[in-house]
């Protein structure tokens, strides 16, 4: 869903928040490609981002914190994010004021 030509960034998230329910405790900070890929999902489908302003308060939360368990679980994140279609997380993380997810 998240990765077709023409993406379904809600269904995709909704399908990524309910896998990292669904792996619970057991599983936290171990799914951590899902919590990237929701981060992206939950960038996309950010009003604010779409017109270049800060995400709200509440949604930079959300995503800091799916960034940060990836960067937990993936180790340096700057490498993943120089990939080209990565640029709308670079993108978000400057907007938002983010250099340092740690």
Known sequence: LKDRIEPDWQAAKTHFDRAI??????FAGRLTWYEFNRAICSIKLDANFAIGKPS?????K??????????????????????????????WLQLNGISNLG
């Open 62 to 91: 959300a995503i800091s914190q799916d960034l940060r368990i990836a960067q937990g679980g993936l180790g340096d994140l700057r490498d993943i994010l120089e990939q080209p279609w990565n640029v709308d997380v670079r993108k």
């Open 56 to 60: 709200d308060a509440a949604r930079r």
């Open 21 to 26: 329910d669904l792996a619970g405790e057991r």
